[in-house]
């Protein structure tokens, strides 16, 4: 089992940066594809961003691609996502999540491609 804890988020100004960490225990990842996602209120949980497992390549939503990175430190057990030039509509909980199938570098984009998830934590951008 595979436990994650996101940490970093907050209240912050349109134009501001964040930087969310996801911490795991329980298990090494450095072998798993990882994900942030998010979910704002009354919408569906979407696809932020992925990294494969050896942090070589990465995946990001049009909505974020330019603004966000997602990186990865294996011997922290520890993944990262930047967040630059946030704006009102980034405000949601952010997720963690690991997919621990094996794929290559294959790097999903659908919530159900993941099996181990964070509890989240709250992203509010003010304008």
């Known amino acids: 089992q595979v436990q994650l804890v996101e940490s970093g988020g907050g209240l912050v100004q349109a134009g501001d940066s964040l930087r969310l960490s996801c911490a795991a225990s329980g298990r090494t990842i450095s072998r798993y594809v990882m994900g942030w996602f998010r979910q704002a209120p009354g919408k569906e949980r979407e696809f932020v961003a992925a990294?494969?497992?050896?942090?070589?390549?990465?995946s990001y939503a049009d909505s974020v691609k330019g603004r966000f990175a997602i990186s990865r430190d294996n011997a922290e057990n520890t993944v990262y996502l930047l967040m630059n030039s946030l704006k009102p509509e980034d405000t949601a909980v952010y997720y963690c999540a690991a997919d621990s199938a094996w794929n290559g570098d294959y790097l999903g984009r659908h919530p159900n491609e993941y099996d181990y998830w964070g509890r989240g934590t709250q992203v509010t951008v003010s304008s």
């Open positions: 990294i494969s497992w050896s942090g070589g390549s990465t």
